[in-house]
């Protein structure tokens, strides 16, 4: 017997019940928190209750987690085995990739991040932003979605994410389509 059905009768069985959920949907949401947890020790490149690294618990042949995330470089062309910098390297891969628009980047002054505008026939239908993992602006959403433009981010510094060509592709042509 719950506290108000105690105090109050039959009428206090209804609060309690709802007293129980609450109870229950608190519980739930903790289990999500420990998971999310959970999940940033691991892109942090730590375990569980350790401070061991991530790589350590894959060997070289199991190699990348994903197409563009994991221990192990993977051999697709990715930012960081492209040889140029991360602004050239997105650069090459949109103007390869999505010859139908215009694309306009901006950067801001710290080179931490950059924007890339993609238009078509005057109208801008996407903007990509390649930041920092440290920035956590999200100002340039915002602004985008005020303005009804798509958004996509990447972190052109985020350990084990690579950024490989098929991976950004993939994601900017996603975006486009809706």
Not at 12 to 32: F, N, R
Not at 103 to 128: A, C, H, M, P, W
Request: glycine share 8%.
């Amino acid at each position: 017997m719950g506290l108000f059905s105690s105090l109050f009768g039959e009428k206090g069985k209804e609060a309690d019940s709802v007293l129980d959920k609450m109870k229950q949907l608190a519980d739930d949401l903790d289990s999500v928190k420990y998971a999310d947890d959970d999940e940033k020790r691991l892109m942090n490149g730590q375990s569980s209750g350790s401070s061991a690294s991530f790589s350590a618990t894959f060997t070289e042949e199991e190699g990348p987690s994903g197409d563009s995330w994991g221990p192990v470089m993977p051999s697709e062309p990715n930012q960081y085995n492209s040889g140029l910098s991360y602004q050239d390297y997105f650069s090459q891969v949109f103007s390869e990739a999505f010859p139908q628009y215009q694309i306009d980047r901006e950067q801001n002054s710290s080179g931490k991040r950059t924007l890339y505008t993609f238009s078509q026939s005057g109208v801008k239908k996407l903007v990509v932003e390649v930041t920092s993992c440290t920035s956590y602006s999200y100002k340039t959403y915002k602004d985008c979605r005020a303005q009804g433009i798509r958004h996509q981010r990447f972190y052109h510094d985020y350990d084990g994410w690579w950024n490989t060509k098929s991976y950004v592709i993939r994601r900017v042509s996603e975006e486009l389509a809706k």
